[in-house]
């Protein structure tokens, strides 16, 4: 049954009745010892809350409050539930903070599969170095699907990935908020997985960083935004990147690029908003540029639009504008580059061909023109 939480949902009132189980299933945090005070280490509570579910198949509810909290390990089939109110700025609502600057992560979804986080504030505190938001670390790929599901979650200021999810399979994430980490917002090896309507916002990494062996990634709906690349794939296969605004990232905007001489393949690009990509980035290379290919086959790259945007300087002055150029291409094969609106989308150069296609590549009806200070 899908649990609600717009306004709360039937679990909320439940939690209100002292955390009472609902059908012996439902466990309240603070009926365990939880204090959401911000200065308690809530570990010990929370973990054998989710223990306790584990055991039963059942759910964990985090009423609002700040938790401070170091690793916690969940559980096959349980959910963890909050009540979101966080925003751009803020974590708020039902808040789980990183309290260990030694810990490997904050939720440690290994070896686990049919989980649901959901309703939570996930705050790294900027502490340590490296430690994960959400952690799924796997030898390869097993038998069992992950199955995971991350809804309405703000996962934010990690000093690792918001998700590093090394051999994940078959999982979801909507409606939430990845930002601010010292990493990738999404690090992903893996395959058969669906991030929409999420903000992938302000990451040192790639919004959505594909290294290694990935694929089957479905991108629907995102705003893409202020991360080092929005979107950096290496060596994957079946995409589908749709309805996404990929906006004001410091280097490509979307790049798909060879991993030791492996290129990639199947490719749907369609109906995104590229504005604004390579806002620091070294104007005379081709990481200024809204979109790069390299050794791709079976790419569809149609009804895309790209536009310049310029930075401002002190008191609003105007600075230059970027990218230098729009669609970089290299090493196509049965592709198609088509029907994409260029106008005012680059400094310098408006499609790149760097040459060494193979049979089928198609570029054609792409209107636009450069943009002029």
Aim: charged share 15%; hydrophobic share 40%; with cysteine.
């Amino acid at each position: 049954m899908a649990l609600g939480f717009a306004g709360g949902g039937w679990l909320a009132a439940a939690a209100q009745e002292k955390g009472a189980a609902v059908g012996g299933r439902l466990i309240d945090v603070t009926t365990r010892g939880a204090k959401g005070d911000g200065k308690t280490d809530d570990t010990k509570a929370i973990q054998a809350a989710i223990d306790e579910a584990g055991k039963a198949g059942g759910a964990v509810f985090v009423p609002p409050g700040i938790y401070q909290a170091s690793e916690l390990q969940l559980r096959s089939n349980v959910g963890l539930y909050g009540i979101a109110g966080w925003d751009y700025r803020h974590s708020g609502g039902s808040v789980i903070r990183l309290a260990d600057a030694k810990a490997k992560c904050l939720l440690n979804i290994s070896g686990t599969s049919g989980v649901t986080i959901e309703g939570l504030a996930l705050a790294g505190a900027n502490l340590g170095s490296g430690i994960h938001g959400i952690l799924v670390d796997k030898p390869a790929l097993g038998r069992q699907e992950d199955s995971f599901r991350i809804q309405t979650c703000q996962i934010a200021w990690f000093t690792g990935d918001g998700l590093s999810l090394k051999y994940a399979w078959a999982w979801c994430i909507r409606h939430s908020m990845v930002a601010f980490n010292a990493g990738d917002g999404i690090r992903l090896l893996g395959f058969d997985s669906f991030i929409s309507d999420c903000w992938l916002s302000g990451n040192k990494g790639a919004g959505l960083g594909a290294r290694g062996n990935n694929g089957m990634a479905m991108l629907t709906g995102n705003r893409i935004e202020w991360n080092l690349h929005g979107i950096y794939a290496e060596s994957g296969n079946s995409y589908n990147v749709t309805g996404n605004c990929i906006d004001r990232n410091s280097q490509y905007g979307l790049a798909v690029l060879p991993q030791e001489g492996h290129g990639s393949a199947h490719w749907t690009i369609t109906g995104n908003h590229f504005r604004g990509s390579g806002r620091v980035a070294d104007a005379d290379t081709y990481e200024s540029s809204q979109i790069r290919l390299e050794k791709v086959t079976g790419a569809t790259v149609v009804g895309n639009s790209l536009r310049c945007e310029r930075g401002g300087g002190r008191g609003g002055a105007t600075t230059r504008f970027f990218p230098s150029y729009g669609i970089v291409y290299q090493g196509l094969s049965n592709s198609v580059i088509a029907n994409n609106v260029l106008h005012q989308c680059a400094v310098k150069q408006l499609l790149v061909d760097l040459g060494g296609h193979g049979e089928g590549a198609v570029i054609k009806d792409n209107p636009g023109s450069l943009v002029r200070a």
